[in-house]
């Protein structure tokens, strides 16, 4: 299916493109700096740098690229195929309630492949080499991990098959469903417009993509911020003791040490990732969806 390839590759290289800026907001998600409040873009960037050097703003992005090929050929080929179904076999006249359909089921679909991929990218990311080599090898919070591989394999040993599935999963799905609805719903309407032929067909799905990449992190970055605190925990396997904070719990946390500015935090590098990731995406899915429409049914 051109759907499903097509949203395959443009999501590897979309995702490779933009990840330095992926792994700046996640430190500034999981850090804080003497006064409490998360370090500036810039005095994170320099930390990287200094501490990791260049491979530091891409730890965890072979997995990252490997999953979101996965889960792009998911939701592109979700996306299609539902639109199509409800246009041939429901009453929706709307083509925009159709999209908006068709989105959310593609971001619920796709959750249960989008909450192990992201676990993992944000145990590598959120790692702090520095600090860990001053730690025995346990390979608790803060420890050094060799590669993706080995981050999955020492969160199934410490924490259990079952964590790799599900720690995360409920907010992941909860950030998703929205967010492919509003993605879907922008690009397919500003692609049916008058603009889209003004643009020509290499700057409509740039421009248009990464404007549908923004609406749907904007109002969804909040929901992120919960996400990654909570998957960045961990625990032994077996340890009763270590009681794992609760969504409600962090939402409140942050809340309270912040406000609701502390819900956004991170969010100019999460933006910058977002229009460059998902302009990308897209004009390589609308180059191969061109290419392969006439020879793949």
């Given at each position: 299916?051109?759907?499903?390839?097509?949203?395959?590759?443009?999501?590897?290289i979309g995702v490779g493109a933009a990840y330095p800026f992926d792994t700046l907001s996640t430190k500034a998600q999981v850090s804080s700096g003497k006064d409490g409040k998360p370090p500036s873009m810039g005095s994170t960037i320099v930390k990287i740098f200094k501490e990791e050097g260049v491979p530091g703003f891409f730890e965890g992005v072979l997995v990252t690229m490997i999953g979101q090929a996965l889960i792009k050929a998911i939701q592109f080929a979700t996306n299609e195929l539902t639109f199509l179904w409800l246009g041939k076999h429901s009453n929706i006249k709307s083509n925009v309630l159709k999209m908006a359909i068709a989105g959310v089921l593609s971001?619920?679909?796709s959750s249960f492949v989008v909450s192990p991929v992201e676990l993992v990218k944000i145990r590598m990311q959120a790692q702090n080499k520095l600090t860990a080599k001053k730690k025995n090898d346990d390979l608790d919070e803060g420890a050094v991990y060799k590669n993706e591989l080995d981050c999955a394999q020492c969160i199934v040993k410490n924490e259990g098959w079952s964590s790799l599935f599900t720690h995360g999963l409920w907010i992941t799905i909860i950030r998703e469903i929205p967010?492919?609805?509003?993605?879907?719903?922008?690009?397919?309407?500003?692609?049916?417009?008058?603009?889209?032929?003004?643009?020509?067909?290499?700057?409509?799905?740039?421009?248009?993509?990464?404007?549908?990449?923004?609406?749907?992190?904007?109002?969804?970055?909040p929901i992120d911020i919960v996400k990654t605190i909570e998957q960045v925990q961990t625990r032994k396997k077996g340890d009763s003791r270590k009681q794992l904070k609760s969504c409600s719990h962090i939402t409140s946390k942050i809340y309270k040490t912040g406000g609701v500015r502390a819900f956004?935090?991170?969010?100019?590098?999460?933006?910058?990732?977002?229009a460059i990731k998902h302009a990308v995406t897209f004009w390589v899915y609308e180059v191969m969806m061109n290419f392969l429409r006439p020879s793949v049914a």
């Open positions: 299916m051109a759907s499903l390839l097509s949203g395959s590759v443009g999501g590897a971001g619920l679909i967010s492919f609805a509003i993605y879907f719903v922008v690009y397919g309407v500003l692609a049916r417009s008058s603009m889209a032929t003004t643009l020509g067909e290499h700057a409509a799905p740039l421009i248009f993509g990464a404007l549908a990449g923004w609406a749907m992190w904007i109002p969804t970055y956004f935090d991170g969010l100019e590098p999460k933006l910058a990732r977002a």
